[in-house]
């Protein structure tokens, strides 16, 4: 395979033209001053734009000249391009040019490495038995997980412990279950699939959903700055306002804004104080610098999403905890799922999370009192609702212009990539998977969406299990259900 690259882009591998190189320069050099679209690009018709994309920008061509398929390439590009640009007028949303370039560029990047990536995983799906072969493990599964006892075994669980909950979905649908271990210390309490538990981090997905919303009802930009959108109670913090100088909202929700973690040492704050939103955003301010300049680099935030909150309250014109209700969890039927707000915090009314050692538990003292960050008390059961749509699968709450934004990596301004969705986390290695994570007071969840096989795998634990073991028993179930190379490959 041969090409005509640019010699401004990144080398390739041994010399070797790959096409996960391809898709990397492709994504790269979308955002690149020398990757810029003509003037009249926004104004075209959507299939012409779509054509004049194809035509002019130099590393798509040179990728659907080595594509296995060309032709298919350009008609699915060209059907995602008329299908966006329909749902985006039906429902009157405006974006930004750079993001609507950047989600062009995104779905090119998607389709090349969905045609012509030689991995033995997409080989494999491209075969022809593989409808087959999927078929065959959708009869194989059972109502139970097979692998449910070896994986109480592994952890220690009874019926007299703290446990969890785990489900595998393939195509959007529950194809696998299992509730194990005890609410309390006592098997007079068994968890369930309906057991509400602290999600804790997950709720960042939440977070982006819900300022993707207001966004698609044009009430703010993801280029708008972050202070634009805050209340006054927050930019009157002492030292907020300077920190937030030149950070946009999406600079937030993709963790490049270089505001620190709230949790860092040099902020100080302490993983159970019980803290709530403004108390931490004190402290913030107080510190008043910032690790990097807004998109230099990116770097895990707390206190990014405690931020996000406040935004969305003051754009709302109400409560995180009522808009999410409204707009997220009731369009869902997820009757089970809220956001603790700090009386939930003080009354008692969340679920009760332990800590492990040396085989014995103990009642977790609990943790800060913010919500954004974290907070989303749900079930398995609601949380199978939610995955469902986030996978694609039925009605959707963002149009596919933000879904497909959500689960692409970010580019910075220098051209690197880097594993932050809006909401997600994406390694840039690795079998293809979407993924978030919670650790809090006592809780540990992930889940883990893996696109080129439609499975989705939900743990939940009200316990402090170690990241050694969350992870080796997810690799341990997408190895049963996915495959051994992709459990083997999977960054997680």
Sequence with gaps: MSA??????????????????????????????????????????????????LATHPLIKSCMENSLDAASFAAKFTDSVVSADAQLSANSIKLDPSVLKFFYLSVATRLFVELTEESPAAVALSDAHANKDRQALREQVGADLPTTEGIKTFLGISENTPGGVVVVMISGRSAAEAAFGSISLSKEHPITTSTPFNLASITKQFVAYAA?????????????????????????????????QGVSVEDLIRHRSGVRNYFDAEVGVGDSEPLNNIEVLERLGKHGEREFEPGANHSYSNSGYILLAAMIEHTAQTTFQAFVKKELFEPMEMSGTFVADEAAYKGGRLPQGFSAEDGSFTMHPGGTHTYGDGGLISNLRDMEKWQKMVE?????????????????????????????????????????????????????????????????????????????????????????????????????
């Design 4 to 53: 005509t690259i640019v010699s401004t882009e990144t080398p390739s591998p041994k010399g070797q033209q790959t096409h996960e190189w391809y898709a990397a320069n492709l994504t790269q050099h979308a955002l690149c001053p020398s990757a810029e679209i003509a003037p009249e690009f926004a104004k075209e018709p959507s299939l012409e734009r779509a054509r004049h994309l």
């Design 392 to 492: 694609g699968h039925g009605p959707q709450l963002i149009s596919e212009v933000h879904r497909t934004l959500m689960f692409s990596p970010d580019v910075l301004a220098d051209g690197t990539r880097t594993p932050r969705g809006l909401g997600a986390y994406i390694p840039l290695e690795g079998h293809r998977t979407n993924q978030n994570e919670g650790s809090d007071a006592g809780h540990e969840s992930i889940k883990v969406h893996l696109p080129r096989d439609d499975c989705s795998i939900i743990l939940i634990f009200n316990w402090g299990v170690t990241d050694f073991q969350k992870y080796a028993v997810m690799r341990q179930l997408i190895e049963r259900y996915v495959g051994s190379e992709a459990a083997r490959t999977a960054q997680l």
């Design 212 to 244: 993707l919303v207001l966004v698609e009802r044009n009430q703010m930009q993801l280029s708008d700055p972050a202070i634009q959108h805050l209340p006054d109670s927050v930019t009157s913090i002492p030292g907020i306002s300077s920190l937030l």
